[in-house]
């Protein structure tokens, strides 16, 4: 699986963004999706997953209740969007696929193919 991240920028504090990421490869729709972030100086953080047996979706408690993916198989398709953005939400958005027919997973090692990035930037 290859994937292309899209749809970075700058944003004002609560404002929205949607990011998509394309994946190439017969094995898409069986792969479970996630986005991830990484800011600078931190550590890669998990966003959010969606399976690819029952789409379900997770989060992580930062961004629960702002954020949502979603996962189109028939475009090869996730997406991110991302509502009342806020500064801390600054950061380098990744998308990831694991292998196929796993399940959901909040850690980054278990994801097996990656995007280049998509660079977010909420300003205050």
């Known amino acids: 699986v290859q994937l292309q991240a899209s749809g970075g920028g700058l944003v004002q504090a609560g404002g929205s963004l949607s990011l998509s990421c394309v994946g190439t490869?017969?094995?898409?729709?069986?792969?479970?999706m996630g986005w991830f972030r990484q800011a600078q100086g931190r550590e890669r953080e998990f966003i959010a997953t969606?399976?690819?047996?029952?789409?379900?979706?997770s989060y992580a408690d930062s961004v629960k209740g702002r954020f949502t993916i979603s996962r189109d198989n028939d475009k090869n398709t996730v997406s991110l969007q991302m509502n009342n953005l806020k500064p801390d939400d600054t950061a380098v958005y990744y998308c990831?696929?694991?292998?196929?027919?796993?399940?959901?997973?909040?850690?980054?090692?278990?994801?097996?193919?990656w995007g280049q990035g998509t660079e977010v930037t909420v300003s205050s």
């Open positions: 990831a696929a694991r292998k196929p027919r796993k399940g959901a997973s909040v850690y980054a090692s278990d994801y097996t193919y």
């Open positions: 490869g017969p094995s898409f729709q069986r792969s479970t």
């Open positions: 969606i399976t690819w047996s029952t789409q379900s979706p």
